[in-house]
């Protein structure tokens, strides 16, 4: 359900114990403190909705607490009923019943515009020519987009240009011949900026390596236990269609029958210009409390573990097998949720050049036993060839994170090759 407003007070209560109490009436629970604030927060709810502050005159500073929209008035009242006056509110706010003052409008910007021009002649009696060029920009202006702040705008441009020729020709009183050629392009772009709406701060700088900005790069930050702090930055696409169409077209009158042959061509080039670098970063919230403790995910993650376990063990007991044996393309999550040993090997190689594997897992602590027959199938197939290098490729951009590193390669004890 919707908040309806937050209570930004302080209250003033006998001791922090007693504010503490207070709330506990209202079935509040503790959750892990830090910072010298005791934070309560409902049963239901995975992080909490109140802290305490020690004030000045026995005060406890009230910060947040979000009340439904159809509890607000009731709670409100239960503070007072106990005693508990407010004071002290957030300077400058007006009387709103506690809510948190911003006030501030604004509109998404668009536009759709269309230009076009035509031109006809009629060359002689038998031959017309006609050519037409058509111009369309359009634009929007978004704020707020994907859960972010009113501060982080989403530009989209899309573009479109067409032109047409065409030549009618009458080549007798009972034949005439249309031709047209057709070309038109359509580009399609998108980024994001932050900008100062509300006060807001912009980012004075982001974190790309060399070579990369905002005009080819992405960055995203969220926060996940926070609403709308999803934060994007850079460009997002930049699409770009672009289609020939060629039509001829020949009519024929035999008497009362009309003939007509014709000849279509179309081609479609489509480009697509995704961002060149992607930055995500993902922070969890430390007053999120859930995982690994929450009852719903461990009720989720012992079913699916008991699930996987007992579909592999039945399998293997029912055919009494040692092992299941599966293509490599196919999904390894059984065995990976089951937490059950899962070998990989090559085996062949593809028409196409590429490697082929296979998976070959089994029940709890087979590790040996598959290890063993995956040693054998190994010798017995011969398989694997060594890897060459077939030409380069442009280097990945890995923002510094693994700068100073050197692979090292390993010999492959059966036969001895470094892979």
Same mark, same amino acid.
């Given at each position: 359900m919707a908040v309806k407003a937050l209570l930004h007070y302080a209250l003033e209560v006998p001791d922090q114990g007693a504010g503490e109490?207070?709330?506990s009436n209202f079935g509040l629970i503790d959750a892990p403190g830090r910072d010298g604030a005791v934070r309560l927060r409902p049963a239901p709810l995975q992080r909490e909705s109140v802290l305490l502050y020690g004030g000045p005159r026995k005060r406890l500073h009230h910060?947040?607490?979000g009340a439904p929209?159809?509890?607000?008035?009731?709670t409100r009242e239960a503070v007072r009923r106990a005693g508990i006056r407010e004071v002290d509110p957030p300077r400058g706010a007006p009387d709103v019943g506690g809510a948190s003052p911003f006030n501030a409008s604004f509109s998404n910007r668009g536009s759709l515009d269309a230009y076009s021009l035509r031109v006809d002649d009629r060359l002689n009696s038998n031959v017309t020519i006609f050519g037409r060029y058509s111009y369309s920009p359009s634009e929007l202006l978004s704020r707020g987009t994907v859960s972010s702040p009113l501060s982080d705008v989403s530009p989209g441009d899309i573009t479109t240009q067409t032109a047409t020729g065409a030549l009618i020709w009458r080549i007798s009183a009972a034949a005439s011949n249309d031709f047209r050629?057709?070309? %038109?392009?359509? +580009?399609? *772009?998108? %980024?994001?900026? +932050?900008? *100062?709406?509300?006060?807001a701060t912009p980012l004075a700088s982001l974190p790309f390596p060399s070579g990369y900005d905002a005009g080819n790069g992405n960055f995203f930050f969220d926060i996940f236990s926070l609403a709308n702090s999803n934060l994007f930055v850079g460009k997002n696409v930049r699409?770009?269609?672009?289609?020939?169409n060629v039509v001829d077209g020949l009519s024929y009158q035999v008497g009362a029958h009309g003939l007509k042959f014709g000849a279509d061509f179309r081609r479609l080039t489509p480009q697509f210009g995704p961002r060149l670098y992607d930055q995500d970063v993902f922070l969890s919230s430390e007053q999120f409390v859930g995982y690994p403790n929450d009852p719903n995910y461990i009720a989720a993650r012992s079913h699916a573990t008991n699930t996987a376990r007992t579909g592999i063990d039945n399998a293997l007991a029912k055919k009494k097998l040692d092992a299941i044996v599966a293509p490599h393309l196919t999904n390894s999550t059984g065995p990976a949720v089951?937490?059950?040993?899962?070998?990989?090997?090559?085996?062949?190689?593809?028409?196409?050049?590429?490697?082929?594997?296979?998976?070959?897992?089994?029940?709890?602590?087979?590790?040996?036993?598959?290890?063993?027959?995956a040693y054998d199938l190994e010798q017995a197939l011969n398989a694997r060839q060594q890897p060459q290098l077939l030409g380069a490729i442009?280097?990945?951009?890995?923002?510094?994170?693994c700068s100073g590193h050197q692979p090292q390669g390993q010999a492959h004890l059966p036969h001895g090759k470094i892979f």
């Open positions: 109490k207070f709330y910060l947040a607490f929209g159809d509890e607000y008035a009731a050629l057709n070309y %038109s392009r359509t +580009l399609s *772009t998108s %980024s994001f900026r +932050l900008d *100062t709406f509300g006060g699409n770009l269609q672009r289609q020939i089951a937490g059950y040993p899962n070998f990989s090997m090559p085996v062949g190689i593809r028409s196409s050049g590429r490697p082929a594997g296979m998976l070959m897992y089994s029940t709890a602590f087979r590790e040996a036993q598959l290890i063993a027959m442009t280097p990945i951009p890995n923002g510094g994170f």
